[in-house]
């Protein structure tokens, strides 16, 4: 049983987060020319929408948009039916990503192996001519060499703890809590 430690991210602060994270892509990459947003499912869908709408209020251009399945592609592959085959939701990316800024977009980083299972994804459909990752929370314990371009917040952690992303969209409410056992 798992018992709420702390509320790391509030509503606001979750709004500020990807406010001050929407001003960092449009800073790095110079603009949003060649840039496309794609949210790892499920959480990282609903961040990267609201991420593009902030770019689009300040920079008054659509960024494209697109969201990836990454089931096939994991190292830890759940099966989550009766006949034991992986519950695939498929991906919807509306545009060719070769030659074009991916920004990966999720919810936790953690082991690093979901972006690295999303990076195998994007490398089917296309070749980037760079990849990006923006984040909510990174939450340390990186088992490969991956790290975040655009981090909400930095929450270190013990592996005994969780991270847990609530939205709106998914779950009623605006929040990022830490869980301990």
Request: proline fraction near 3%; charge should be negative; include cysteine.
């Amino acid at each position: 049983m798992l018992n709420e430690k702390a509320i790391v991210l509030d509503e606001q602060a979750i709004s500020r987060a990807l406010t001050r994270i929407a001003h960092e892509i449009i800073e790095k990459n110079k603009g949003i020319e060649d840039c496309v947003l794609i949210g790892i499912r499920t959480r990282g869908i609903f961040l990267a929408d609201r991420l593009a709408k902030r770019i689009n209020q300040i920079e008054g251009k659509e960024i494209q948009l697109g969201e990836l399945d990454i089931t096939l592609y994991r190292d830890d592959l759940s099966k989550n039916t009766n006949d034991g085959e992986p519950v695939v939701k498929g991906s919807d990316i509306p545009v060719n990503i070769s030659d074009k800024k991916v920004i990966l977009v999720d919810d936790v980083l953690f082991t690093g192996r979901t972006v690295r299972a999303a990076m195998d994804a994007l490398v089917d459909l296309g070749r980037p001519s760079q990849i990006q990752l923006a984040v909510l929370v990174d939450r340390g314990h990186r088992e490969l060499p991956i790290r975040a371009d655009f981090v909400g917040k930095n929450v270190p952690t013990s592996q005994s703890e969780k991270i847990t992303v609530t939205l709106t969209e998914v779950d009623e409410v605006d929040q990022v809590t830490i869980l301990e056992k």
